[in-house]
T-cell receptor, first 111, second 114 residues
Framework: GQQVMQIPQYQHVQEGEDFTTYCNSS?????IQWYKQRPGGHPVFLIQ?????EVKKQKRLTFQFGEAKKNSSLHITATQTTDVGTYFC???????????FGTGTRLKVLA | EAGVVQSPRYKIIEKKQPVAFWCNPI?????LYWYLQNLGQGPELLIR????????DSQLPKDRFSAERLKGVDSTLKIQPAELGDSAVYLC???FGRGEDTQYFGPGTRLTVL
């Protein structure tokens, strides 16, 4: 079945360092969305990418959607302690329309 | 604008008991989702509604789980009987359109089955 894997599973960084999480789907996605979930909280929408090769920026966050629409990345520049949480990619399979979340990357930022 | 509302926030029951969760989506959102999230994992879709129609319930364990969204607004998710392995957070989300749109999540119901 469809799988969406994220690497790394965990990442500890010093405050000020950069961070990247990669999202890889076994099937083509119609679009991809990124969510952030703080410890004890619920997923909160960050951004949606729709077009092949699309790149979007939100302040220190840069999101990219792969040319084949099967992978994506989220890059955070100069991490801050407020960036702590788990980052999930998610999206609907372009054929079945089944919506699936990635496995998540848990980010810890050390002050 | 009010967000997605879920109740209860926490529920502790003994195995074999029934339990129900309630969700009120954001006003005007046609699509409603129920997810299950185990600790340290991503949300897993249980069922998706477009208005009152369940358009994807392939992941719903139908022997013990049921859901309804009778008037295309509020929804309830029921487990009967609950098993130990059902302990998890049950998240409800809603979106405006066909399911490709941004999903807004409620705070979730944390279920503990003893």
């Amino acid at each position: 079945g469809q799988q969406v894997m994220q690497i790394p599973q965990y990442q500890h960084v010093q405050e000020g360092e950069d961070f990247t999480t990669y999202c890889n789907s076994s099937t083509t996605l119609s679009n991809i969305q990124w969510y952030k979930q703080r410890p004890g909280g619920h997923p909160v929408f960050l951004i949606q990418l729709v077009k092949s090769g699309e790149v979007k920026k939100q302040k220190r966050l840069t999101f990219q959607f792969g040319e084949a629409k099967k992978n994506s990345s989220l890059h955070i520049t100069a991490t801050q302690t407020t960036d702590v949480g788990t980052y999930f990619c998610a999206g609907p399979d372009s054929g079945t329309y089944k919506y699936i979340f990635g496995t998540g990357t848990r980010l810890k930022v050390l002050a | 604008e009010a967000g997605v509302v879920q109740s209860p926030r926490y529920k502790i029951i003994e195995k074999k008991q029934p339990v129900a969760f309630w969700c009120n989506p954001i006003s005007g959102h046609n699509t409603l989702y129920w997810y299950l999230q185990n600790l340290g994992q991503g949300p897993e879709l249980l069922i998706r509604y477009e208005n009152e129609e369940a358009v994807d319930d392939s992941q719903l364990p139908k022997d013990r789980f049921s859901a309804e969204r009778l008037k295309g607004v509020d929804s309830t998710l029921k487990i009967q009987p609950a098993e130990l392995g059902d302990s998890a957070v049950y998240l409800c989300a809603s979106s405006f359109g066909r399911g490709e749109d941004t999903q807004y999540f409620g705070p979730g119901t944390r279920l503990t089955v003893l």
